[in-house]
């Protein structure tokens, strides 16, 4: 198993036999069959030639444990060595709240519980006694509430998400990751945090408007259910937080991090979207004056997100004044303004790119703004304007480094998913694009963009 390639998927099932107090655990490894085996001549006969065992199934550990109310009351170690196999768990009382398997990423591989519910995982996202399982739990359920919403949304496009579209579930397991004091803040953080993306449903993954519509709405219902706890979690991270080189300030500010997140969410799509800006952009501006320059960057990026265009663009000027003066600090705010999501983000970026602080032929500059502006596929593929300004972007960067602007491309990577009227649009950007470079001299791009009409 450490020395063959790929790796093993294992579908297991859970099954409680009240009557005699057992627990059977049934899995079905894959992923072995129908791989084949590549040496050199010199290989064969040496110590990573399996010869036919390499078509056979793997033989790895499961460390596994029944969790009843946030307690192992069975657990142990199996080692799979069969394409599938049984065993029972017995003296088991009542029936446990969920199989917490694979604990403690016991083999390298993924699985699959066939027989968890959507009250199973969220029991395990807020108490299975392994951090790992309970990431998988939470994601599950995040992933799945998300695809659900984009549905909903697809199904009456003219109908704004609410937050009471968010399942309580969702709700309930979110809250208690980010008060579990018992994680690591970055921790809690990174688990709650919440991509624009729906990496478990393929055909969901062009629905870029529907799925950054959901996210947000997920996160704002989270805020309206558990408004004071944020906010004082918040104010009380900010209270304790001094500078001084301790790791446990980098697990505050991160988790304060997603507090303002979570504001900034409501700010768009919450109950009270008035007060919700309030309590961000307070919050937010205090953070541009910390000590801290991760804090700086998390308070300028919702700041700037949460005025208006006017107060929004004095600001920009602002900070340019103070942080334009050094390489490091300049590259940041770059970074902070190319990632604001506007209607005239395709403008704000525009001029950004003629002011002094930004340099094109500095890669940290150009690739900061491509990587943000392409990350917002919403707006750079899907509306007229963005599809202009991406094809003014790409071919201005990629005169000076191809490299930089690839990023671009990656967001055409949907485009066969797309309506015949929206994947002409996106080809014909693609091709006037191609119309403006120099096969000669843009060669490596050209060939990608050529890969995508073909």
Not at 102 to 122: K, W
Not at 320 to 345: N, P, R, V
Not at 393 to 420: C, H, I, P, R
Request: net charge positive; with cysteine; aromatic share 8%.
């Amino acid at each position: 198993w450490l020395k063959r390639s790929y790796h093993p998927h294992v579908k297991v099932s859970m099954t409680f036999d009240e009557a005699n107090k057992k627990v059977v655990v049934a899995m079905t490894q894959s992923g072995f069959e129908g791989i084949k085996q590549t040496m050199s001549p010199e290989e064969k006969g040496g110590p990573w030639d399996f010869g036919a065992d390499f078509k056979a199934p793997w033989t790895f550990p499961v460390e596994w444990a029944l969790v009843k109310d946030g307690k192992n009351v069975k657990a142990g170690t199996r080692i799979m060595a069969k394409a599938s196999e049984t065993f029972e768990i017995t003296g088991v009382a009542a029936k446990p709240d969920f199989l917490s398997f694979a604990r403690g990423f016991s083999y390298f591989g993924t699985y699959t519980v066939t027989t968890a519910t959507t009250e199973n995982l969220a029991l395990q996202a807020c108490s299975d006694t392994d951090l790992v399982n309970r990431f998988l739990a939470y994601r599950a359920i995040a992933e799945g509430e998300k695809a659900r919403l984009v549905e909903l949304k697809a199904r009456s496009p003219s109908k704004d998400l609410k937050t009471t579209d968010v399942s309580v579930d969702y709700r309930k397991a979110h809250a208690a990751i980010m008060f579990d004091d018992r994680l690591q803040g970055m921790a809690r953080a990174l688990i709650c945090m919440e991509p624009e993306s729906v990496d478990s449903r393929p055909d969901l993954a062009h629905q870029y408007w529907f799925i950054s519509q959901a996210k947000t709405t997920m996160l704002a219902a989270v805020f309206d259910e558990y408004k004071e706890k944020i906010l004082k979690l918040f104010d009380t991270l900010e209270a304790a937080n001094k500078p001084s080189p301790l790791k446990q300030q980098l697990h505050d500010r991160a988790l304060k991090g997603h507090c303002l997140r979570l504001m900034a969410a409501a700010a768009k799509a919450g109950t009270d979207k008035k007060k919700a800006t309030e309590d961000a952009s307070k919050r937010a501006k205090a953070l541009i004056d910390s000590a801290f320059m991760s804090d700086r960057i998390r308070g300028v990026v919702n700041y700037l997100e949460l005025q208006e265009p006017k107060a929004r663009d004095a600001k920009i000027e602002e900070l340019k004044k103070s942080w334009g003066t050094q390489m490091d600090s300049a590259e940041e705010l770059i970074g902070c303004i190319s990632s604001i999501d506007s209607d005239d983000s395709p403008t704000i970026i525009a001029r950004l790119i003629e002011d002094k602080i930004f340099d094109i032929n500095l890669a940290g500059h150009a690739r900061r703004v491509v990587r943000n502006w392409a990350a917002n596929r919403k707006r750079c593929v899907l509306t007229d304007t963005g599809l202009e300004f991406t094809a003014k972007l790409l071919v201005t960067v990629a005169k000076v480094n191809q490299m930089s602007a690839y990023a671009l491309l990656d967001s055409f990577g949907d485009l066969n998913k797309f309506d015949e009227k929206q994947k002409q649009k996106m080809i014909a950007t693609l091709k006037s694009m191609l119309a403006k470079l120099d096969p000669a001299k843009e060669t490596s791009i050209c060939n990608q963009i050529n890969r995508l009409i073909a």
